[in-house]
């Protein structure tokens, strides 16, 4: 069973505003984008189930392995990029042939929360090519 979107949206939204700071995870202090989905993990679920190893900023690295996608279906109920819809976690691939690594949480069917260097946790529109460039989706499961 997943977490209600609506719990997962009210908690995202409390991070507008948090700086970026890379591989960081404290609201109102800094996060990167894959820290503001452990955050939103944190109060929604619950404690985090394993520790996060360094990663990499390159979002034009290639290689065998979805690894961040590989992490979330260890701990998250996977849907179709189609099928997401609010409340869910977004990952996407910021460069044809890429990996994935880049992580969103959809607000509404036109608009995403996400963490972007220099700028923090803002919301902004999901344009065509953001869209696009959904490459997994999940949903958070219900504590």
Request: charge should be neutral; proline fraction near 10%.
């Amino acid at each position: 069973m997943n977490a209600d979107p609506t719990d997962v949206i009210a908690v995202s939204r409390s991070w507008l505003g948090t700086p970026y700071h890379d591989q960081a995870s404290l609201r109102g202090v800094g996060c990167d984008c894959l820290g503001l989905a452990r955050g939103v993990w944190r109060e929604v679920v619950g404690p985090e189930p394993f520790p996060i190893p360094p990663y990499s900023r390159d979002w034009g690295e290639t290689g065998p392995r979805e690894v961040l996608a590989d992490g979330a279906r260890r701990m998250m109920i996977e849907v179709s990029p189609a099928d997401a819809g609010p409340g869910a976690l977004v990952l996407f691939r910021m460069k044809p042939c890429a990996v994935a690594k880049h992580v969103g949480i959809l607000i509404g069917p036109a608009t995403f929360l996400h963490a972007y260097e220099r700028l923090g946790v803002i919301e902004e529109p999901l344009t065509p090519s953001w869209r696009r460039s959904i490459a997994f989706a999940f949903l958070f499961p219900q504590r």
